[in-house]
C-alpha cells in the first residue's frame, strides 16, 4: 500500500480553514447555547480538562482553534477522494466526527476533572440537537473556505448555481432537459 505524499501548503491552508471554522463555532456558542437551552460549551469543557483557573477561557479557545486547525489539516488532504459534490464534503466531514465522537459524552460526564460544574450531556436531546448544529456550522465553513483556499491557482473557484439558484430552489432549466422527438 502506497503512503498518501501531502502538500504542505494545502495542508496548511487546511489548517487555516479549520481554525478559522473553530473560531466560527466558538463566537456563535452563546446564541446557540440561548436557542438550544443547554449552558453547554466546548471551550469550557476542553480547557477543564487540563486547568480550573481564571486563564480557562484562553486556554480552551487556544485548544478548540488547535483541534479545528488539526482537523482541518486532515480534511484537506482527504476531501478531494471523498466521492461527494464539492459543496457537501465539508458538513458530511463535520456530521461524521460528531457523530463518531458523541458517544464519548457519557464518558465526560464520568469521568472529565470538572464534571460537576458542567452540565449533562448524555441522554440529553437538546445537547445533542446543539452538537450538531455546531458541527454542521463547522462542517459548513470549513468546506467552503478549505475549498476556496486550495482551488488551482489557474482556475476560477467552481459557483454552485447549478445547485441553488438564487431563489433558493435551484435552476429548473439545468434540471430538465428536452431533445425533440427523434433527436
Known sequence: MRAMALDRARTLRGALAGAAAAGVWALQQPLDRRVFGVPYDDTELLAKAVTRGPAWPLV???????????????????????P?????RGPAA?????L???????????????RDEL????????AFAQATWRHLVFGVVLGELERRLNAPQD??????????????????AATVTVHPAGA
Do not use: I, K
Not at 461527494?84 to 457537501?88: D, H, I
Not at 448555481?161 to 430552489?169: D, K, L, M, R, S
Open 119 to 126: 452540565p449533562s450531556l448524555s441522554g440529553s436531546g437538546a
Open 155 to 172: 482556475e476560477e473557484v467552481p459557483a454552485y448555481e447549478h445547485v441553488a439558484g438564487q431563489n433558493g430552489h435551484g435552476d429548473l
Open 100 to 114: 463518531l465522537s458523541w458517544p464519548l459524552v457519557g464518558l465526560t460526564d464520568r469521568f472529565h476533572p470538572a
Open 60 to 82: 480552551g479557545s487556544v485548544m478548540h482553534l488547535a483541534n479545528g486547525a488539526l482537523f482541518g489539516a486532515v480534511y484537506a488532504n482527504v476531501a478531494p477522494r471523498v
Open 94 to 98: 463535520g456530521m461524521a466526527e460528531h
Open 84 to 88: 461527494l459534490p464539492s459543496w457537501a
